[in-house]
């Protein structure tokens, strides 16, 4: 009874915490004045949808790729050539973008998926570079130069506005709430189930009649296709695009390491690790000038030692083991079962 | 003709670096089944010491390289010490992760201390020098790294084959509770092999400032190369990392020169998809 009740409170505390999530972030942009404010909570969202998109494969899945910018690049070329070659709104081309990134994902993956461990995390090494590389002399999407756009109406119509942020944070959110509701969707959903157990163990999996290699494309092609929605709408807010702002090494980690410090394989993770990374990111920078020194990447190395020695389960995992400990006082010795 | 000869052997001259490069990585991995990601990094902190003690002391690249592989000793075994020894029985991929962490924590603290520019050491001994044989030319500060690379790789592997330090390194690396209770003591071995593939890699990045710049960010792509040789020579074998990095060095070499410069890269690690697709475990893996 008692545990059931327990269980019960989890559910209604994840509950009210999405719905105050949701019911307090569109309020935002009438609160803060500065834009800068405003540029930093739009990054917070983007970053926190992008690593969300990479939580279904890397920390639902358990299949760590290191390839998500060649998918983010994709979707950002995808706007990037609807607007500068074609002429048209960004809209079809993030479509298109997105549709391309699935499908190379699966491409790539299908070979890629008999590699085991270190192996896969090499071979997505790999691909990074090979498409930056080709990205770079390939002049029909502007080589190592990239796109630069120019001066469009403003409006949902081109996803362009001048006088204020306000269109891109209501964008940024609106990318966020979709892919946190797919998530959360296949969460409770079989296939959230599937990819559980291709995590855990995809030989017990698939003596469950779990097809694996079919969940693990599946769930590839799922998480480029959001990964490159994500990366149209970093085009679009950047009004440019090129090979190493979108596709490295560099980008590839971010959607990994958001995700590990915030708690992988949970819904709440990629939001945490934005909400920690973004600010100390963006404000730093404000701070100590362009560079930054490259402080706010020391901090954020030695966090990701910590948190990886520490608590592998992320901020998420802190978060969860004290609300345990305070919440399960009054219940017997079980409260701190399960937390690690 | 002699042109192709001579972009072979630049190559191979290449190829013999990244196999001294790749040949700490391939311990490391080979013993403790981790990839360390901070392995280029480790290479730049050993190219910062031997350009520092060049600049601020005249010792030349051909004496400090001894300085950093001590140096880089200690920074191997501290990084064990304090992150590897803490993943050991986490998920496969936290060593790795950790190491990124390390990995941006030592770029970053070089970019503060040091700046972004780029640095180079003149008046090296070997510095700018050539040999010319039969008409093909042999850069010298090239030419004594390879030569180094094969006598730290023979020695590394005499070691491993053929002492009874060797013997223990292989057995920690078979079966770990095996060797404890054969009375080895396995966090001792872990910690020489970290140290060890972290000298490894410091006598290379010692004898580097006669021929590179030096910059924070030099470490990443070498990282990329001793990651693609390693998985390409097969898990673990330090032969089969340095076949697999002189092939890289060739490949590298003649795809920059006949194709373009900007496809060298993607020559290299296309081949590495295209094995790795038809033999999972790498050329020389069991």
Not at chain 1, 31 to 54: C, D, G, P, R
Not at chain 1, 301 to 323: E, N
């Amino acid at each position: 009874m008692l545990a059931n009740n327990k269980r019960f409170a989890g559910k209604d505390m994840v509950l009210a915490g999405v719905i105050a999530l949701f019911a307090v972030l569109p309020l935002i942009p009438g609160v803060l004045a500065s834009s800068f404010t405003k540029h930093v909570f739009i990054l917070l969202l983007l970053f926190a949808a992008m690593s969300q998109s990479w939580n279904i494969i890397g920390g639902y899945c358990g299949q760590v790729s290191f390839g998500h910018s060649v998918f983010f690049g994709i979707g950002a070329y995808g706007a990037g050539m609807a607007v500068v070659r074609f002429g048209m709104t960004p809209w079809p081309g993030a479509l298109i973008g997105a549709l391309l990134a699935a499908a190379v994902a699966v491409l790539i993956s299908w070979p890629c998926f008999r590699l085991k461990g270190h192996y896969f995390a090499i071979a997505t090494f790999a691909i990074v570079e090979i498409f930056n590389r080709l990205f770079m002399v390939w002049y029909w999407v502007g080589g190592a130069i990239g796109l630069d756009y120019s001066i469009m109406d403003q409006g949902w119509k081109n996803f362009t506005w001048y006088d204020s942020k306000n269109g891109y944070y209501y964008g940024a959110l609106g990318l966020f709430a979709i892919i946190f509701g797919v998530v959360r969707w296949m969460e409770k959903n079989r296939m959230g189930y599937y990819l559980r157990a291709v995590r855990e163990g995809q030989e017990t999996a698939e003596s469950l009649g779990v097809n694996s290699s079919r969940t693990k494309l599946a769930a590839m092609g799922l998480s480029a296709f959001l990964a490159a929605l994500c990366g149209a709408f970093f085009a679009q807010y950047n009004y440019r695009v090129d090979p190493p702002m979108v596709m490295s090494l560099d980008m590839s980690m971010k959607f990994v390491l958001i995700t590990i410090l915030g708690g992988s394989g949970s819904l709440f993770g990629p939001l945490l690790g934005a909400a920690v990374l973004i600010p100390l990111q963006e404000y730093s920078r404000a701070l100590w000038g362009g560079l930054g020194g490259g402080l706010d990447l020391i901090l954020f190395g030695l966090l990701i030692i910590v948190v990886v020695v520490k608590q592998p389960k992320g901020i998420m995992g802190i978060l969860t083991s004290f609300f345990r400990r305070r919440l399960g006082r009054p219940g017997k010795g079980d409260d701190r079962h399960g937390a690690s | 003709m002699t042109t192709f000869f001579q972009v072979i052997l630049d190559g191979l001259l290449s190829g013999m670096l990244y196999a001294l490069v790749a040949a700490g990585l391939s311990l490391i991995w080979g013993v403790m089944d981790v990839i360390n990601f901070a392995h280029g990094e480790f290479l730049m902190v050993a190219m910062y010491v031997s350009y520092w003690l060049g600049f601020l002391m005249n010792v030349d690249p051909l004496v400090s390289w001894a300085a950093s592989a001590v140096f880089l000793f200690i920074i191997g075994a501290l990084t064990y010490r304090l992150i590897i020894k803490n993943t050991i029985g986490k998920s496969a991929m936290s060593a790795l992760l950790a190491t990124f962490g390390l990995s941006m924590l030592l770029k970053n603290v070089c970019l503060n201390r040091f700046s972004p520019n780029f640095r180079i050491l003149g008046e090296t001994i070997l510095g700018g020098k050539t040999i010319t044989l039969g008409g093909l030319i042999f850069p010298l500060p090239q030419l004594v790294t390879g030569v180094f690379a094969l006598v730290v790789i023979f020695i590394l592997y005499y070691v491993i084959k053929k002492t009874r330090l060797g013997w223990a390194i292989q057995a920690s690396a078979m079966d770990k509770e095996a060797a404890e209770l054969m009375g080895i003591d396995t966090e001792k071995i872990y910690l020489l092999v970290f140290g060890l593939g972290g000298a490894c890699v410091g006598v290379a990045g010692g004898l580097l400032p006669s021929y590179l710049a030096i910059h924070p960010e030099v470490g990443g792509l070498f990282s990329l190369l001793a990651f693609v040789c390693v998985a390409l020579g097969g898990f673990g074998s330090i032969p089969g990392a340095l076949l697999a990095a002189l092939l890289i060095g060739v490949v590298e070499s003649l795809s920059g020169f006949y194709i373009a410069p900007v496809f060298k890269y993607v020559a290299v690690f296309g081949l590495y998809l295209a094995v790795i697709i038809v033999r999972p475990k790498g050329l020389f893996g069991w």
